[in-house]
């Protein structure tokens, strides 16, 4: 237990200068720009936003600028920043249809409508370090080809979904989403509330699930039906004009995991899924939060839930990185009133049995 | 899209406005050189909207996480009120996107607004989302399968 101390007022001030002149570093190097954070370390933004639970790249870069990189750091400031706005109201769901896509893959069908677009991807590098961005210089523009922006984009789902093998995605009518932030998570949570906690949910955490369902923990044969990342249009409806208006745009993350088949008396075999999305490019993200959506799905499937991933108290209580980093990093607080509380209980059982000890040695010796 | 012309504008505007970037706004507002006089109903304000997708993209709305937003609320003098709804943090933005939704109401600016900034605005967007879709278009695949084609 953390028992409040005072003092060290000086000693405090002085630390957070120190990380102020750590955070700068050596003058004679140039300093950050948060225009080179979001352009130049573009992925980092998109984690602190999804993570964060919070779309502003100024803000994303200015949080990672001030946490010196520490991303889970630059995620909690990002957290803390939002609870300062008041909140106009939940967008229309995303169409992601309408996505203009700079990358859409599918692993289960080759000639997917709309084609297999790589992207930007570092899927086919070769991960050797590239000396050349050791030193600056002029980079050549990405080249183009000739291309259609103004058709919507079919989905791998859709097609299947047509010829009933796979199972189509709950359908809820009720309007807006229940919303995390704005309510408890109560257990059983229904899967819309599972998936947000998700979406802001640490991509390690996930990622480490995810890999566990793999390897046999809750296994369920997953395939990649599609992963798509570009640019969408946000509706939303401001109360004063009663219509829809698209109010920006964002860059997203979707994947829509294909899984290991289910069926019953009543229902025909068909493949079952898992869905992902996250804020910016963040595949590993969105195929690690498929994975877990669907491992999660354990006993609406009727499948045994007997791994972790499958665990939904284990892993919607544990996902948050803001969460989980507050509660392990509060033990360098000063918890010298408890561990003291501590001692005297442990110097008390250890005088006990150096007594029970000494009066067994003088029955012995009596004997 | 509305089936009322006067709301259908409206909408398309203040989407095309909302999605240019606040500085090009900016530069192209001020290049019309209208000043209406207007009162600030709401000045603007930084919030947040909830974003929400659908699991698989077209089933159940759930929240995907919030986005910061900028509004504004003007009134010109002769009644009519605009309002900015802005994705980010930029006051301007917000406060020229609802001076011109306001303008827009009255019939005699529709066409200068429409041919100074809406229509320039919208060309730009659509020649940002062509030049993403070349890129990709470059990167365009076709795999093919090792094995065996059946019947071959």
């Known amino acids: ?367 | 899209m509305s089936s009322n012309p006067t709301i259908a504008r409206r909408q398309r505007w203040l989407s095309v406005l909302a999605k240019a970037s606040g500085a090009r706004l900016t530069a192209l507002w001020q290049a019309v050189g209208l000043t209406p006089s207007y009162t600030v109903l709401r000045r603007p304000e930084i919030g947040l909207v909830m974003v929400q997708g659908r699991i698989s993209g077209t089933g159940a709305p759930f929240c995907a996480g919030e986005m910061t937003v900028t509004r504004a609320v003007v009134r010109l003098d002769s009644g009519e009120m605009g309002f900015g709804y802005v994705r980010g943090r930029d006051a301007r933005h917000a406060e020229i996107v609802a001076a011109v939704d306001a303008l827009g109401q009255r019939a005699e600016w529709v066409e200068t607004l429409e041919a100074a900034i809406v229509t320039p605005l919208a060309d730009e967007a659509e020649a940002r989302h062509r030049l993403i879709a070349a890129r990709a278009a470059a990167t365009r695949v076709d795999f093919f399968t090792v094995a065996r084609e059946a019947g071959a």
């Open chain 1, 1 to 367: 237990m953390y028992v409040a101390v005072k003092g060290g007022e000086t000693a405090i001030a002085h630390s957070l200068d120190l990380v102020a002149d750590k955070r700068r570093g050596d003058r004679d190097v140039a300093e950050l720009s948060l225009e080179q954070i979001d352009q130049q370390l573009g992925l980092a933004v998109d984690r602190v936003m999804t993570e964060g639970s919070c779309y502003d790249r100024g803000l994303a870069a200015l949080a990672i600028k001030q946490a010196r990189g520490d991303l889970i750091e630059a995620i909690f400031l990002l957290r803390a920043y939002r609870t300062t706005l008041p909140r106009f109201g939940a967008s229309e769901p995303l169409d992601t249809t309408r996505m203009v896509a700079e990358r859409r893959i599918s692993s289960t069908f080759k000639d997917v409508p709309g084609g297999q677009v790589l992207g930007p991807t570092y899927d086919y590098t070769h991960r050797l370090l590239d000396f050349s961005l050791a030193a600056s210089g002029e980079r050549a523009e990405a080249p183009t080809a000739p291309a259609d922006a103004s058709h919507a984009l079919p989905r791998v789902g859709d097609i299947l979904q047509r010829d009933g093998l796979l199972e189509p995605p709950p359908s809820n009518d009720e309007g807006e989403a229940r919303d995390l932030t704005r309510e408890p998570l109560v257990l059983p949570a229904s899967r819309p509330l599972r998936l947000q906690n998700l979406a802001r949910g640490d991509e390690g955490f996930l990622l480490a699930l995810g890999y566990s369902t793999q390897r046999g923990y809750g296994n369920n044969h997953p395939f990649v039906g599609e992963i798509r990342y570009g640019h969408v249009p946000v509706s939303f409806v401001p109360e004063e004009l009663g219509f829809a208006i698209e109010i920006g745009e964002i860059e997203v993350t979707e994947c829509d995991m294909v899984n290991q088949f289910a069926g019953s008396h009543d229902v025909p075999p068909q493949f079952t899924r898992g869905y992902g999305l996250a804020f910016g490019h963040a595949e590993r993200k969105a195929m690690a939060m498929a994975l877990v959506d669907r491992a999660l799905r354990a006993d609406e499937l009727g499948e045994a839930a007997t791994s972790p991933a499958q665990d939904e108290e284990f892993v919607l209580a544990h996902s948050d990185n803001v969460e989980g980093s507050g509660f392990v990093q509060h033990l360098k607080l000063p918890h010298y009133v408890d561990f003291q509380s501590e001692l005297v209980v442990v110097r008390m059982l250890r005088a006990e049995v150096e007594k029970r000890r000494e009066q067994a040695g003088l029955a012995q010796a009596a004997e």
